[in-house]
């Protein structure tokens, strides 16, 4: 992996020196992590003029699940308590002969913007903007094996949640036993706060589990996602509890399945993500939810549960090969409920096979 950390920050350094900096200073954690195999707590990435340093304010904790950092990057770890590992990377940027030091300023707070500026006034600070995040969004087979792992682990806990009996449990207990199943079956840990929704809650986008209990003739939706190597996916099925659905219940669903099957289907390189977004949007703005639908239909996922692309009506640009995303309309109706359907998939060519579903639990309307 080590190349592969090498030739990131290749691509990142030859971008700041086409813009004039002789530096950068990466602070965002998951951009850290990119460029460098790990990201411990507090650490940041500079890129020198001379030589590359990860700088952290501790020693790094050895667990798995915070990355190894690439063997070719020297560490350097700040001698005291209370140092800021920005301003000490700032600082040996100016102590390398650079002039210039691009920043991440939609990260870096105003306080330590400041202090950069203090301790070298000299060091012209230039905006490195959303360069790193843009490096991410094509993801590389490696990444790609991540996330299909982290999507078998959370279709496995999911399928074993509902083999279990379900009536008169919290949406609370079922999400914490769901984060123990991910565990359990080899993740990091929960790639975002699992969301239980029944009765009245189902169908809300992130909706916070209750201690409302499982009821006979409910909706049940379920997102969760898997966090595996650093890497995150995302699955949200709904289900209905103990009784065959009601005529509404079905008709809901089958129109939420239509949306988030258009969505899906409109997945190929080349296609503007406010397409995807449209494609999904359609089918429930016919049918009459307009405005009661989601801000977007879908995001990126990676070593960030939400990042580029943006699948929403205003978003700008195209999408390329080997990107993952999420598809995941959905329909709440206040006072009675609803249904969420949540796929991660990997865009591909047709001649490829089309959208790589990574997530393959069923999306029939089961009846638990």
Known sequence: M????AARRSKLRAQCNAAGSAAALVTRPANVRYLSGAAPRGAVLLLGKTEDLLVC?????????DGRPDEVLRLHTLPGAGGDPAVAAADFAAAQGADSLAVEEHHLTVARHREIRSVVPRLRLAELGGAVEQL???????????LRIGAEIADQALGELLESILVGRTERHLALELERRLVDHGADGPA????????????????????RRVEEGDFLSVCLGATYRGYRCEIGRTFVIGTSPADWQIELYDLVFAAQRAGRESLAPGVAYRDVDRAA????????????????????????????PQLAPAAMGKLDACVPVTVEPGVHLP???????????????????????????TKELLAL
Request: proline letters at 9%; glycine letters at 14%; charged letters at 30%.
């Open 136 to 146: 991410r969004v094509v993801k590389d087979e490696e990444e790609l094996s991540c």
């Open 281 to 308: 949007r359609q089918v429930l703005d016919s049918a009459g939810y307009g405005e009661s639908l989601p801000t977007l239909t879908g995001h990126g996922v990676g070593l960030e549960i939400d990042e580029d």
């Open 2 to 5: 080590s190349e592969v950390y």
């Open 192 to 211: 975002f706060p699992t969301s239980v929704a029944t009765g009245p809650h189902s169908g809300r986008r992130a909706h916070h589990p209750t201690d």
């Open 335 to 361: 006072g009675r409920g609803g249904v969420r359907i949540d796929d991660t998939l990997v865009v591909r060519p047709e001649a490829d096979g089309g959208p790589e579903l990574l997530t393959i639990t």
């Open 57 to 65: 304010a501790g020693p790094p904790e050895d667990r798995p699940s």
